[in-house]
T-cell receptor, first 112, second 116 residues
């Protein structure tokens, strides 16, 4: 079945690294995505990883995928106050018609 | 290249009225998806459309909700006889959708529906 879970809150200090975690249950996932949502705004695509990859790095963002444990993480290096937002992981499933299943979102708060 | 456009951004309706939400996909995208975000929750898939076709409506409530994506013009999500539980943010996404593989979805800013 489809179920994506995330912890609800994360607080970090400016300049530290943030690690946002996500677990999913469907082993048929093809792509896994990270989206960022700022208050009152839509979703901004940050990065994505194909399910046969272990890691993807894009500037300050590093995505790690442990397919055996169905665990996905997003690491933000040198976290800034502008990174404060809600972060959603999402999966698309082979044969699922391209629809995305989203996690509940992790609210990241960056403190000075 | 303009992003996904949605209007209105905010919509207030009284119980029993109709709500019509519009979505114009990114240029060159022929696939549209609608998602609903209830307060304090993640997004839930509602419907996936191509031009003049509904591909997957497994997330649509069986009654009062309908969606279309005509040959010309924006995609429309229509909610008839709205109830307070319909209050949510409705997001549209689009993708170019290459046959045989998954394509990234780009989201619009959303329409926030409030039912009084």
């Amino acid at each position: 079945g489809e179920d994506v879970e995330q912890s609800l809150f994360l607080s970090v200090r400016e300049g530290d690294s943030s690690v946002i975690n996500c677990t999913y249950t469907d082993s048929s996932s093809t792509y896994l995505y990270w989206y960022k949502q700022e208050p009152g705004a839509g979703l901004q695509l940050l990065t994505y990883i194909f399910s046969n990859m272990d890691m993807k790095q894009d500037q300050r963002l590093t995505v790690l995928l442990n397919k055996k444990d169905k665990h996905l993480s997003l690491r933000i290096a040198d976290t800034q106050t502008g990174d404060s937002a809600i972060y959603f992981c999402a999966e698309s499933i082979r044969g699922g018609g391209n629809k995305l299943t989203f996690g509940t979102g992790t609210q990241l708060k960056v403190e000075l | 290249n303009a992003g996904v456009m949605q209007n209105p951004r905010h919509l207030v309706r009284r119980r029993g009225q109709e709500a019509r939400l519009r979505c114009s996909p990114m240029k060159g995208h022929s696939h549209v998806y609608w998602y609903r975000q209830l307060p304090e929750e993640g997004l839930k898939f509602m419907v996936y459309l191509q031009k003049e076709n509904i591909i997957d409506e497994s997330g649509m409530p069986k009654e009062r909700f309908s969606a279309e994506f005509p040959k010309e013009g924006p995609s429309i999500l229509r909610i008839q006889q709205v109830v307070r539980g319909d209050s949510a943010a409705y997001f549209c996404a689009s993708s170019p959708r290459v046959q045989g593989r998954t394509d990234t979805q780009y989201f619009g800013p959303g329409t926030r529906l409030t039912v009084l």
